[in-house]
């Protein structure tokens, strides 16, 4: 498999890039600062670009099977890093031809399929804490069901820096329930699984640690 990486040194980005790098996947990561990336091989691609430099990202997912946006907020303030990439991404796919986005989201803004305490208390409370980087995910998923793409969302819960464990619950009318937190290195295992397969097209995937 082909893929190209948005957000290739983040927390999640950078699980993807050394999992698929270790699968035998050839890899293009688009970073802005490379100095950043903590991998490398014969598969691995680097592009340095900026989401707004189109020209860049399109040749980057050109020819590629999937593209993963793995971006996302680094602090509570105000953000639209989840949206730049999303509006990139879809403008650079739609360039090149590309037809596979998977975007990572989170299921903190959303509460279907959650329990009573979560939906009631849990999610209010959270909801104002991460108020925008939330609202930054909500507004990313929008632009992304409105394309034409064979997207898939994936929405894990709190994100940790565990180990690998292969264990991960997977619910697509809802909210995992019971669970709250998922290791990155499971994100990204579940994000490789996801892009191969073509029944998640146009699907929303909520994942937790199983």
């Given at each position: 498999?082909?893929?190209?990486?948005?957000?290739?040194?983040g927390?999640?980005?950078?699980?993807?890039?050394?999992q698929?790098l270790?699968?035998?996947?050839?890899?293009?990561?688009?970073?802005?600062?490379?100095s950043?990336?903590?991998?490398?091989?014969?598969?691995?691609?680097?592009?340095v670009?900026?989401?707004?430099e189109?020209?860049?990202?399109?040749?980057?997912?050109?020819g590629r099977d999937?593209?993963?946006s793995?971006?996302?907020?680094?602090d509570?303030?105000?953000?639209?890093?989840?949206t730049?990439?999303?509006n990139?991404?879809?403008?650079a796919?739609?360039?090149?031809?590309t037809?596979r986005?998977?975007?990572?989201?989170?299921?903190g803004?959303?509460?279907?399929?959650?329990?009573f305490?979560?939906?009631?208390?849990?999610?209010?409370?959270?909801?104002?804490v991460?108020?925008h980087?939330?609202?930054?995910?909500?507004?990313?998923?929008?632009?992304?069901r409105?394309s034409?793409?064979?997207?898939?969302?994936?929405?894990?819960?709190?994100?940790?820096?565990?180990?690998?464990?292969?264990?991960?619950?997977?619910?697509?009318?809802?909210?995992?329930r019971?669970?709250?937190?998922?290791?990155?290195a499971?994100?990204?295992?579940y994000?490789?699984r996801?892009?191969?397969?073509?029944?998640?097209?146009?699907?929303?995937v909520s994942?937790?640690?199983?």
């Open positions: 498999m082909r893929l190209t990486v948005l957000g290739a040194t927390g999640v980005g950078s699980e993807v890039v050394k698929a270790a699968a035998g996947h050839h890899v293009t990561a688009v970073v802005r600062d490379p950043r990336l903590d991998a490398e091989g014969e598969l691995l691609e680097v592009v670009a900026q989401l707004s189109h020209g860049a990202l399109t040749e980057a997912v050109s999937v593209v993963i793995a971006l996302g907020a680094r509570r303030n105000p953000t639209t890093i989840v730049d990439g999303a990139a991404a879809i403008a796919l739609g360039s090149a031809g037809r986005l998977l975007l990572v989201s989170a299921s803004p959303f509460v279907d399929g959650d329990a305490f979560t939906r009631n208390v849990v999610k209010p409370i959270l909801g104002r991460l108020r980087a939330f609202a930054d995910m909500v507004a990313a998923e929008r632009i992304v409105a034409d793409l064979d997207w898939t969302i994936v929405r894990p819960p709190r994100l940790l820096n565990g180990p690998h464990t292969g264990a991960i619950a997977v619910r697509t009318d809802g909210n995992v019971g669970s709250y937190r998922i290791n990155r499971d994100v990204a295992d994000l490789l996801a892009a191969a397969d073509d029944s998640l097209a146009r699907q929303t994942i937790a640690q199983g």
